[in-house]
Nanobody, 124 residues
Framework: QVQLVDSGGGSVQAGGSLRLSCAVS????????IAWFRQAPGKEREGVSC????????RYGDSVKGRFTISKDNVKNMVVLQMNELKPEDTAVYYCAAAPGMGVDLIRTKYNYWGQGTQVTVSS
């Protein structure tokens, strides 16, 4: 059973940075695609970024390209989302998600396992 623990959210002013972490256990890390999704009040959950720890391939949503960077630590079984140049529209609950045996894809329904979510608030 895959377990995901996401952390690192908080409040920051526009232009600032935050770093989210997702600790993964219960499955062979390299076989999982790990993604970050976010959900703002009244909006659908949207894909932010994902990474295949085995291949290192990544994908980003259009709204975060050039500002967010996803990376992996194969020793700690952890995925990190570095968020820079944050904007008020980045405010949401951010969720770590995992899917076994999949390429880099940000389709929400393909992910079987989810973290509990961490709040990110960006003020103008």
């Amino acid at each position: 059973q895959v377990q995901l623990v996401d952390s690192g959210g908080g409040s920051v002013q526009a232009g600032g940075s935050l770093r989210l972490s997702c600790a993964v256990s219960g499955f062979t890390f390299n076989y999982l695609t790990i993604a970050w999704f976010r959900q703002a009040p009244g909006k659908e959950r949207e894909g932010v970024s994902c990474i295949s720890p085995g291949s290192g391939r990544t994908r980003y949503g259009d709204s975060v390209k050039g500002r967010f960077t996803i990376s992996k630590d194969n020793v700690k079984n952890m995925v990190v989302l570095q968020m820079n140049e944050l904007k008020p529209e980045d405010t949401a609950v951010y969720y770590c998600a995992a899917a076994p045996g999949m390429g880099v894809d940000l389709i929400r329904t393909k992910y079987n396992y989810w973290g509990q979510g961490t709040q990110v608030t960006v003020s103008s």
